[in-house]
């Protein structure tokens, strides 16, 4: 596909679970970023990937939340013992490079339940 | 601390209008640039408009035009002749150098036949 895929679309869980999230940029994007969205609000920046390294995780709010991207293209969230707070649609977003005027294009989103 | 700020959660416009929404900002950085993102109900983000930190022309894009006042931090957008489909949430954006993205709380608009 042309645009940047994320799976599964939703995702129920069971407070205490590991789940994890895909993303699928678009081909020949080097730059990758994880986003959280909660209801009524803006995405919040979790984590940006430049290549396969991450370059900046400065929003990741603790050490449940983790990130892959070990070959620079598919990308995977992971988090462990999830909590009810960690319910949201988490977005993915790729960029042609990491230069500022590069639009990020974005997913549909993972929406991720924790009952 | 670097912060979006949209202070209108809800705006209406009559078709074939013009609306503008409001976005400040606050960074201390230098090099940034700003972004418009339009998010229907369907969920997924679309890129509208940017605008560097150092353009001294105002961003345009077919209807839609970025009002850029950066010694009073706005980047307001401007969409012209409203169409049905306009209706969305909008978000403003700032990145910063090193390329973390901060969004604004959202404006939801809804165009009026």
């Known amino acids: 596909g042309a645009g940047v895929s994320q799976t599964p679309s939703n995702k129920v869980t069971e407070k205490g679970k590991y789940v994890e999230l895909r993303c699928d940029p678009i081909s020949g994007h080097t730059a990758l970023y994880w986003y959280r969205q909660s209801l009524g609000q803006g995405p919040e920046f979790l984590i940006y990937f430049q290549g396969t390294g991450a370059a900046d995780d400065s929003g990741l709010p603790n050490d449940r939340f983790f990130a892959v991207r070990p070959e620079g293209s598919v990308s995977t969230l992971k988090i462990q013992r999830t909590e009810r707070g960690d319910s949201a649609v988490y977005l993915c977003?790729?960029?042609?490079?990491?230069?500022?005027?590069?639009?990020?294009?974005f997913g549909p989103g993972t929406r991720l339940t924790v009952l | 601390a670097q912060k979006i700020t949209q202070t209108q959660p809800g705006m209406f416009v009559q078709e074939k209008e013009a609306v503008t929404l409001d976005c400040t900002y606050d960074t201390s950085d230098q090099s940034y640039g700003l972004f418009w993102y339009k998010q229907p109900s369907s969920g997924e983000m679309n890129f509208l408009i940017y605008q560097g930190s150092y353009d001294e022309q105002n961003a345009t894009e077919g209807r839609y035009s970025l009002n850029f006042q950066k010694a009073r931090k706005s980047a307001n957008l401007v969409i012209s002749a409203s169409q049905l489909g306009d209706s969305a949430m909008y978000f403003c954006a700032m990145r910063r150098a090193g390329n973390q993205f901060y969004f604004g709380t959202g404006t939801s608009l809804t165009v009026i036949p």
């Open positions: 977003a790729s960029s042609l490079t990491r230069e500022s005027y590069n639009e990020q294009f």
